[in-house]
Nanobody
């Protein structure tokens, strides 16, 4: 099992930027996990945002964030990041980091069995 801890959330105005970080711990090999970011708006289901392969060589984004968000990882630091630019009010929600052991960087929630506690992102118009 890997423990995940998100940070970097906050409140910004539309058009602003935030960078989320997710630190992994637990004595496991971070590079064995594909990593994903998901978000949940109030009253809505948790949705896929972005995912990155174990090596970092492949990424995949939800259409709603493509061109605005960038996922990256640093296996030496056991961390994954989400750079969010041109934020919109519709991006508001709790953002969760998730890990998929020996995964293939998929967008499906059911494949991720390690989750962080989430960090709140609020974008005002």
């Amino acid at each position: 099992q890997v423990q995940l801890a998100e940070s970097g959330g906050g409140s910004v105005q539309a058009g602003g930027s935030l960078r989320l970080s997710c630190a992994a711990s637990g004595g496991t090999t971070f590079s064995r996990y594909a990593m994903g970011w998901f978000r949940q708006a109030p009253g809505k289901e948790r949705d896929f945002v972005a995912t990155i392969s174990r090596s970092g060589g492949s990424t995949y984004y939800a259409d709603a964030v493509k061109g605005r968000f960038t996922i990256s990882r640093d296996n030496a630091k056991n961390s994954v990041y989400l750079q969010m630019n041109s934020l919109e009010p519709e991006d508001t929600g709790v953002y969760y980091c998730a890990a998929e052991y020996l995964g293939s960087a998929t967008p499906w929630i059911r494949n991720y069995n390690n989750w962080g506690q989430g960090t709140q992102v609020t974008v005002s118009s």
